[in-house]
């Protein structure tokens, strides 16, 4: 069964400083993995998808991340944290037709 | 706006009353899901609708749970006698046939049992 662990529930950066958020996956067979983000009352924003192209995804805001498969991890990575920044971030795998979620990475930044 | 919308945004209901959440996907989009979020958890897939058919359901929807999207466009939750344990954020997805083009959540319809 697919499964995901975010090895992290909170990260703190400094402004301008980079960000590291943490997945590891579980999947019997080549994944399709995402990251979510979710701002304080908002819904659910698609940052970047691994879909058995490129291993380095390009996301939105200045967001990338790698995916290993020797490691089967999917960290998602930033050279510069901006105070936007702030929320809750979700490594997804999917599953059949469905999406398993991980357990979520609150990420603070501070000035 | 050419997201996914939900409907209501909150919804605050009392102990063994039902309720029913709307969500309208995008018009292109012939799949469509349910997410049940709880507080400081990721969301859990609920069920999966294909056109009109709904073809999976997860084990997390018990019997008052209900789901319907009749005419393949919009869908409906419906929970019945509601308990205090169904307070969550209720999550609708949709997407094209194709895992390429991700799927696009709405904002969701926070439900609080008292």
């Known amino acids: 069964a697919q499964s995901v662990t975010q090895l992290d529930s909170h990260v703190s950066v400094s402004e301008?400083?980079?960000?590291?958020?943490?997945c590891?996956?579980?999947?019997?067979?080549?994944?399709?993995?995402?990251?979510?983000?979710?701002?304080?009352n908002k819904g659910l924003q698609l940052l970047l998808k691994y879909t058995s192209a490129a291993t380095l995804?390009?996301?939105?805001?200045?967001?990338?991340?790698?995916?290993?498969?020797?490691?089967?991890?999917?960290h998602l990575t930033k050279p510069s944290a901006h105070m936007s920044d702030a929320a809750e971030y979700f490594c997804v795998v999917e599953y059949g037709n469905k999406l398993v979620f991980g357990a979520g990475t609150i990420l603070r930044v501070k000035s | 706006d050419t997201g996914v919308s939900q409907d209501p945004r909150h919804k605050i209901t009392k102990r063994g009353q039902n309720v029913t959440f709307r969500c309208d996907p995008i018009?292109?989009?012939n799949r469509l899901y349910w997410y049940r979020q709880t507080l400081g958890q990721g969301p859990e897939f609920l069920t999966y609708f294909q056109n009109e058919a709904?073809?999976?359901?997860?084990?997390?929807?018990?019997?008052?749970?209900?789901?319907?999207?009749?005419?393949g466009s919009f869908s409906t939750l419906e929970i019945q006698r509601?308990?205090?344990?169904?307070?969550?954020?209720?999550?609708?997805?949709?997407?094209?046939?194709?895992?390429?083009y991700g799927y696009t959540f709405g904002s969701g319809t926070r439900l609080t049992v008292v």
């Open chain 2, 82 to 100: 509601t308990e205090q344990g169904d307070s969550a954020m209720y999550l609708c997805a949709s997407s094209l046939p194709t895992r390429y």
């Open chain 1, 24 to 40: 590891n996956y579980s999947s019997s067979y080549s994944p399709s993995l995402f990251w979510y983000v979710q701002h304080p």
């Open chain 2, 27 to 29: 018009s292109e989009h």
């Open chain 1, 57 to 74: 995804v390009k996301g939105i805001n200045g967001f990338e991340a790698e995916f290993k498969k020797s490691e089967t991890s999917f």
């Open chain 2, 54 to 71: 709904q073809l999976e359901k997860s084990r997390l929807l018990s019997d008052r749970f209900s789901a319907e999207r009749p005419k």
């Open chain 1, 16 to 22: 301008g400083t980079p960000v590291l958020l943490r």
